[in-house]
């Protein structure tokens, strides 16, 4: 399995454009989550899906952030208008629906800068 | 819902050291426990777990032992590499179910010298 796979690895864009990230979970998991990492505040959990459906989105910080999974196999955040304060490196992670004790698998990230 | 608190960083060791990294937790009853690792520009993958007290975790000579007396879950290791050099994060559920995402320490940065 190739693992967890987010796109694009970085982005630049401009403070008010709308940046969309995405992410592809392992085949058969049924949760998927998105974190954001920053210096000041570390891995914050953003949002999580299960088996497709949003779950808990209190994480999510102000509604310009929005994050949807149209299917098993995809997922998107979307951040619209961006701000300088949104730059961070965002992970996607999914795992199998466990009781607590199941690995999460992250992506490897994607590096947001808004200028 | 949980927390974990875990040293912060950087420490920084020399080649064949032994390295203590400190964490500990505030739960409702006794979740999982896990040790994540992050490399350089890569994701976080799984280090260690312990799913109940008592219960050892251990992979590639890192250590982890799950005391519950304590609501401790300190990373050992007893003789550490360059190639240790990474960032280490201590994790547990935010809740009791689990299917919930887990939350994290802030991270400890490990810089290992020659």
């Known amino acids: 399995d190739a693992g967890v796979i987010q796109s694009p690895r970085h982005e630049v864009t401009e403070m008010g454009q709308e940046v969309t990230l995405r992410c592809k979970p392992i085949s058969g998991h049924n949760s998927l989550f998105w974190y954001r990492q920053t210096m000041m505040r570390g891995l914050e959990l953003l949002i999580y899906?299960?088996?497709?459906?949003?779950?808990?989105d209190s994480g999510m910080p102000e509604d310009r952030f929005s994050a949807k999974m149209p299917n098993a196999s995809f997922s998107t955040l979307k951040i619209q208008p961006s701000e300088p304060r949104d730059s961070a490196v965002y992970f996607c992670a999914s795992s199998l629906e466990g009781q607590g004790d199941t690995e999460a698998f992250f992506g490897q990230g994607t590096r947001l800068t808004v200028v | 819902g949980n927390s974990v608190t875990q040293m912060e960083g950087p420490v920084t060791l020399s080649e064949e050291a032994f390295l203590t990294i400190n964490c500990t937790y505030t739960a409702t009853g006794y979740p999982s426990l896990f040790w994540y690792v992050q490399y350089p520009g890569e994701g976080l993958q799984l280090l260690l777990k312990?799913?109940?007290?008592?219960d050892k975790g251990s992979n590639k000579g890192f250590e982890a032992t799950y005391r519950k007396e304590t609501t401790s879950f300190h990373l050992e290791k007893g003789s550490v590499q360059v190639s240790d050099s990474a960032v280490y994060f201590c994790a547990l559920p935010y809740s009791g179910g689990g299917a919930d995402g887990l939350t994290f320490g802030k991270g400890t940065h490990l810089i290992i010298q020659p």
């Open positions: 899906f299960n088996n497709n459906v949003p779950i808990d």
């Open positions: 312990a799913t109940k007290a008592d």
